[in-house]
């Protein structure tokens, strides 16, 4: 009969004597396969992944391994709510207080060209992150989508043409309900003077074109826009919404930026 292996120490457990907490200790930047909750079902992605714990001062460190050994577990695909029950298993699992998450991935939406109807497929940076505070989580959404905007003073002044660019609009929800990240692209594309597609055949391209014309939105249009239909969901608590404009006359860009908590102060009516 073997004999049993002996008790290794625990290190990371043992006191500290220099009694200073830590705000963040855990792993940043790990690469990791995963399931994205979508409108139509799961979509798989890659993530870049940060998941830190509060440390108290008198415990000298933490468990390193058991971060990735909590991804191992089965889990629904990844959504907000799924994202809460992951903080709160993996500060129960480290023995902390407090912990964040964050993951940062591209999602894709198979989209069909307005007139040809070729499909193709975009992709979105996607963010999702969440903090354990208090015992309270807030979870928060961020999508960075690309659209057109045409400039209205171009074409005010001009004879013949206005200049039109590639841009960002970026929009980040806290919310406590599940707020499909479908829903969150489409209010972009449709703030913006058209939206964009990966694959456009030559009457797709002159729709794009006529229809950014026909819609001029400069940075501060779309931004209003946005803002305008997050105050309207009553499943936002918080918002941010940033467009910038990749100028195709300037070296640099335009920039504007919205952000409200409404859970703060009501927005004073217009006018007043």
């Known amino acids: 009969m073997n004999a049993p292996e002996p008790l290794l120490p625990d290190v990371q457990s043992s006191t500290d004597a220099r009694d200073i907490a830590i705000s963040r200790v855990g792993i940043k930047g790990l690469r990791y396969p995963l399931l994205v909750a979508g409108a139509g079902g799961p979509v798989p992605s890659v993530a870049s992944i940060d998941m830190y714990v509060m440390l108290p001062g008198d415990r000298k460190g933490t468990h390193m391994s058991r971060f990735i050994e909590l991804l191992q577990e089965p889990r629904e695909a990844i959504s907000l709510p799924t994202l809460q029950a992951l903080l709160r298993r993996m500060t129960q699992l480290l023995d902390a207080e407090e912990g964040s998450v964050e993951l940062r991935f591209p999602y894709f939406i198979n989209k069909s060209a307005p007139v040809s109807g070729v499909e193709s497929l975009m992709d979105y940076e996607v963010t999702l992150a969440g903090v354990l505070e208090g015992g309270q989580v807030r979870v928060r959404q961020t999508v960075v989508v690309p ?126």
């Open 147 to 272: 659209v057109t905007s045409l400039c209205p003073c171009s074409k005010k002044v001009s004879s013949y043409g206005a200049h039109n660019q590639r841009s960002h609009v970026t929009i980040e929800i806290e919310t406590d309900a599940p707020f499909p990240i479908e829903a969150q692209v489409r209010i972009a594309e449709e703030a913006a003077s058209s939206e964009v597609w990966a694959v456009l055949k030559r009457p797709d391209e002159k729709h794009v074109t006529e229809r950014a014309y026909e819609n001029p939105k400069f940075v501060e249009d779309m931004v209003r826009d946005v803002a305008a239909v997050l105050e309207r969901d009553a499943r936002v608590l918080a918002y941010r919404v940033e467009t910038e404009n990749f100028e195709s006359i300037h070296n640099h860009s335009a920039y504007a930026r919205i952000e409200r908590d409404k859970r703060a102060a009501p927005r004073p009516a217009p006018g007043r």
